[in-house]
C-alpha cells in the first residue's frame, strides 16, 4: 500500500473510531441520565402528596394475586415479603421498576403507567404495603452459617440496615430483616452481579466481597430477626 494512501487509510480508521465513540456517548449515556431524572422528579412528585388509604386498599388488589393479601410474598423466594417495608423505600422501588432502574418483567409491567398512573396512585399503594404488619415467620435457611452470617452482618451492614435489620424511613434504607430467606439470597447475589442497577457503586463493591457462607448465614440471621424500629 503506498505510503500515502496507508496514511489515509489509518486515518478513516481512527475517524471511524472516534466516530463510534461519539454514537455510543450519543446513545448510551443520554437515556440513563434521562431515566435518572425522571426517576427523581417521579419519587419527589409522589413524595410530597398525601396518600389515601382507601384508594391505596383499591389498588393493592391487582398486588395481591402475587404477594398476598397480607404482603407475605412466597417461602421459596420468589416474591418478596413487602409488609410493612418502609414507605420511601416502598415508592422507590415502585419508581425505580418504572424506569429501568431495577429489572423484573412482572414488576414493570404490573407497576407500569397503565397499572398505576399518577403519582398520587404510587403514594397511595406504597402506603398501603407500608402500613400492612410483617407477617412471622417468613422462611429460614438451614442454620449451618449462622455465626459467620451475624458477625459479618454486624460488621459490615448494620450501620445503615441497623442492628436488627430495621432500616431506616428517612435514610431510605430497606428493612431486611424478616424477610425470606432464598429473596435475600438473589438479592444480594443480583446486587452482586450489578443486576440492581439503582444500588450505588460503594454498595455493589460490599457485597461482591462476601464469601458463600456469609451470604447464607447473614441471609439466613436476617429471616431469623423480628425487626424493630
Ligand atoms: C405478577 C406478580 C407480581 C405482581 C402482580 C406484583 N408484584 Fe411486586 N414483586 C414481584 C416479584 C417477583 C418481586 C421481586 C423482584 C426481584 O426479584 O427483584 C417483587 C418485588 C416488589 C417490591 C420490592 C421489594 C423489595 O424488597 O425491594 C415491591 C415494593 C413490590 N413488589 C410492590 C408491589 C406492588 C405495590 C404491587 C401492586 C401494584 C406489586 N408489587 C405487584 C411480583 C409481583
Ligand atoms: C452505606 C449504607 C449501606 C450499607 C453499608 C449496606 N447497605 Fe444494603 N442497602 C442500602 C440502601 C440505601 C439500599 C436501597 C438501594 C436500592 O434502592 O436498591 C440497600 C439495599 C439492600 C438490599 C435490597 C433489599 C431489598 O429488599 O431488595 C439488600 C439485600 C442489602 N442492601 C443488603 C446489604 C448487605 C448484606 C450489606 C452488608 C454486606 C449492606 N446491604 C450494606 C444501604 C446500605
New binding site residues.
Given amino acids: 500500500m503506498p505510503r500515502k494512501v496507508y496514511l489515509m487509510y489509518l486515518q478513516k480508521i481512527r475517524m471511524s473510531m472516534v466516530g463510534a465513540a461519539a454514537v455510543l456517548c450519543l446513545v448510551s449515556v443520554p437515556p440513563s441520565i434521562a431515566a435518572d431524572g425522571a426517576a427523581a422528579k417521579e419519587f419527589q412528585a409522589a413524595v410530597a402528596l398525601t396518600p389515601d388509604p382507601a384508594n391505596g386498599v383499591r ?2 388488589e ?6 398476598n393479601a397480607d404482603g407475605s ?1 412466597t417461602v421459596d423466594g ?5 409488609a410493612g ?1 418502609h414507605y420511601r ?2 415508592l422507590q ?2 419508581v425505580d ?1 418504572r424506569h429501568d432502574r ?3 418483567i ?2 414493570e ?3 407500569d403507567k397503565h ?2 398512573t399518577s403519582a398520587q396512585e404510587l403514594a397511595d ?2 402506603a ?2 407500608a402500613s400492612l404488619p410483617r407477617p412471622w415467620p417468613p422462611s429460614f435457611g438451614d442454620g449451618n452459617d449462622l455465626q459467620a452470617g451475624s458477625r459479618a452482618y454486624l460488621a459490615r451492614c448494620a450501620g445503615c440496615h441497623g442492628a436488627t435489620g430495621q432500616g431506616s424511613n428517612a435514610s431510605k434504607t ?1 428493612r ?1 430483616a424478616g ?1 425470606h430467606f432464598a ?1 435475600t439470597v ?2 444480594i447475589q ?1 446486587a452482586a452481579d450489578g443486576r ?1 442497577p439503582n444500588m450505588t457503586g460503594t454498595h455493589t463493591r460490599i457485597v461482591s466481597q462476601l464469601s458463600f457462607e456469609e451470604i447464607n448465614g447473614m441471609a439466613d440471621y436476617l429471616s431469623r430477626l423480628a425487626s424493630r424500629d
Fill in positions: 389498588l393493592y391487582t398486588c395481591r394475586a402475587c404477594h410474598g420468589n416474591v418478596a415479603a413487602i417495608q423505600v416502598v422501588q415502585l421498576f431495577r429489572w423484573d412482572r414488576m409491567h404490573f407497576v397499572h398505576l399503594v406504597a398501603h404495603v430497606p431486611i424477610q429473596y438473589r438479592q443480583d440492581r
